[in-house]
């Protein structure tokens, strides 16, 4: 069974891990390894830790286990991950519903991310529409998307 929960500093390690895994075994194949080092380095489990202070983070769990990561702040989704080993089955979709909901609410009426180039499609298919194309040093190339709710 599926639940997401909010983040707790005793995920941080299981969170870090994950996100290092997707980094590693997903984004390496669009991006050089000086990207994957440089962010599997930025996600250390203390930088989650200190990022859950700044905002709102939600943990996906199955059978006790850490399978996605996201977070947001005002009309910004990121940190968005799913285990490689659980791609293609809804948990990144019911991350995203999750915090749409949570911005509803909260009466947000448009929001933005910033995609890997292996996203965009994923995003595209939530309604998700892509608006410039970043390139930088740390970061690779992204994409700014947005949405209006």
């Known amino acids: 069974m599926l639940v997401i929960r909010k983040f707790e500093d005793d995920d941080a390690l299981e969170a870090s891990d994950l996100i290092r895994k997707?980094?590693?075994e997903e984004n390496s194949k669009f991006y050089p390894n000086s990207v994957i080092?440089?962010?599997s380095n930025e996600y250390s489990p203390k930088f989650l830790i200190e990022?859950?202070?700044e905002r709102e983070f939600f943990v996906a769990?199955?059978?006790t286990k850490i399978i996605g990561t996201i977070t947001i702040i005002d009309d910004y989704i990121g940190t968005v991950f799913v285990n490689p080993e659980h791609h293609n089955k809804g948990i990144g979709t019911k991350?995203?519903?999750?915090i749409e909901n949570l911005v509803r609410e909260k009466r947000i009426k448009n929001l933005r991310l910033e995609s890997s180039i292996n996203a965009v499609e994923f995003y595209?298919?939530?309604g998700y529409n892509?608006?410039?194309k970043k390139d930088d040093r740390d970061y690779g190339i992204t994409y700014i998307m947005?949405?209006?709710l």
């Open 22 to 24: 997707t980094l590693s």
């Open 37 to 39: 080092d440089y962010m």
């Open 51 to 53: 990022l859950s202070k």
């Open 61 to 63: 769990v199955a059978n």
């Open 95 to 98: 991350l995203m519903e999750t």
């Open 124 to 126: 595209e298919k939530l």
């Open 130 to 132: 892509k608006k410039e």
């Open 146 to 148: 947005t949405k209006k």
